[in-house]
């Protein structure tokens, strides 16, 4: 029998972390507003999920902690003793759900709701704590039952308040006019992803980039603090429309429908012991296509203005004059055609590691296929602003980065010299007066002295290089209005955009999370432009 009521515990242990969890998922989901019938259907939802599975977690939790403490559910009815270890285990579940989800959401959250998280956990540690301290003390209790069930009910019960008095954001309506402005310059806009300083740099020492080192001493370049955490679709739609994620609402690479609960798509997912997005109870919602950012993003700007502008690998959301979309390495290799000295070289640097050379022919494939893409078109159709996306970086490093020498470091050599050769190519497409801004929205980061030591000595010394750790970029700024030879300090990833705005004589908007970069503004142009402000670039 007292397996049976060391079940029953769980799962009654296991409703309470459902219904605690609950209003901390939905402050990931700030946009989410219920009413009354709806909150009661959501606490249902996740008591019930949590009693099914938290319960099934808790009562194999309390059946091994039974070897070793057999006094656990031995009372008859209820054990103050086990429920106070069972709720120690809860609250401390729901402190570090809520204390690492803040930290998990540090760019993509609102301020106040993170701020609520950071309450959240507060509660949920000091409930811990008493639980904690009670159960070592083992003293009993008068009406053990009824106290038991009126602290699990404060918990829950202070819990939703906080969800319940954390602000909502205000979605504005009001659309705003095209600027009255035309764009003063031509615009080259390139992403390099995956790319970044400590990779270009060496890379224009050895040679590799001819046309980018040549321009560098008379353009402003500096290293790009990017979204953190890491998530590819959120950094590109910061970078595209210089908003924080919380505003232009690109928070992820995938969204679910929840039609029991809320009628738009969501995102953020509360992080946990469980594999995602199954905290989402009893599989009621499906997954939604990508989603469009909420802002106008910069070629929508430009456009706005009657100018034509071109697109070249860009997720499926960008639409320009003209727009070539995303290719799949198949398309790309039939597309494409690699220059003969080039795939002599490559053929040659495969040779050490043939198990990766497919992968590392079809990366350069369709980087050739991007860059004959956007040339083809701009020269067929041309345009006043031109933005193309490579993702050659991104590929190759995780894969070929490697401690000894031969082969992977000559492959990331060959990336650095085409991508640097597309980037000329494009440049002398466009003219002289143009704004050249090359820009890598994430970087890639070395292994960490732990990585190291649990593959010490495991051959072959490949390390995997990842944006998650170390997700910083760049950016170089070359052209007219730029001030030559500046290092930027202290930029950051929605800087781009407003810079850019501003280079190009149009007026940046409040709800920008970037600012200007000034001090890679000569000294002419910030006197001769003053800086324009709109409220907002609503997405058309």
Known sequence: MRHLRRLGHSVAAGAVAGAALAPLQLLLWPEVALPPLKIALAVLAWTSWGAVWLGAALFALTEIAGVFMPYLGTARGFSIGIWRWMMAVVAFLVAAAAWWNREETRDLLLKDNRHALAWAGSVATLFWIAFLVQAIRRRPRHHPLARAAIVAGVLVAWLWGIWAVAPRPVSEAATVEPPRFAPAHKLLFVSWEGADLTWILPAMERGDMPFLRGCWEGGAWGQLRTVHPY??????????????????????????????????????????????????????????????????????????????????????????????????????????????????????????????????????????????????????????????????????????????????????????????????????????????????????????????????????????????????????????????????????????????????????????????????????????????????????
């Open 231 to 540: 998530t590819r679709s959120a950094t590109l739609a910061t970078l595209v429309t210089g908003c924080a994620p919380a505003v232009h609402g690109i928070l992820g690479r995938s969204s679910y429908r929840i039609s029991w609960l809320t009628p738009g798509p969501v995102t953020l997912l509360l992080v946990g012991p469980w594999p995602s997005p199954h905290q989402l109870p009893w599989w009621g919602w499906r997954r939604t296509p990508g989603l469009a950012p909420q802002r106008a993003t910069l070629w929508q700007i430009l456009a706005a203005t009657g100018r034509k502008v071109g697109l070249v690998g860009w997720p499926g959301y960008a639409r320009g004059t003209w727009t070539v979309p995303r290719l799949t390495t198949a398309q790309a290799i039939r597309a494409a055609a690699l220059d003969p000295d080039l795939k002599a070289s490559l053929d040659a640097a495969l040779r050490p590691d043939p198990r990766l050379a497919a992968d590392a022919r079809g990366s350069f494939a369709l980087a050739a296929a991007i860059g004959a893409a956007a040339q083809r078109r701009a020269r067929a159709h041309p345009v006043d602003a031109l933005a193309v996306d490579f993702e050659l970086a991104a590929h190759l490093r995780p894969r070929w980065t490697a401690e000894e020498p031969g082969g992977p470091e000559e492959v990331l050599r060959l990336a650095a010299r085409m991508l640097d050769d597309e980037l000329g190519k494009l440049w002398r497409l466009m003219g002289e007066d143009t704004l050249l801004v090359v820009v890598s929205p994430y970087g890639l980061a070395a292994p960490s002295p732990w990585q190291r030591l649990i593959h010490l000595g495991a051959p072959p010394r490949r390390w995997k290089v990842s944006p998650t750790d170390s997700p910083d970029g760049f950016a170089f700024f070359y052209g007219p209005g730029v001030r030559p030879g500046t290092r930027l300090r202290g930029g950051r990833l929605a800087d781009v955009t407003a810079t850019i705005l501003y280079f190009l004589e149009l007026p940046v908007a409040r709800d920008m999370a970037g600012r200007v970069m000034l001090e890679a503004v000569t000294d002419e142009r910030a006197a001769a432009v003053p800086l324009r402000l709109v409220p907002s670039y609503p997405a058309p």
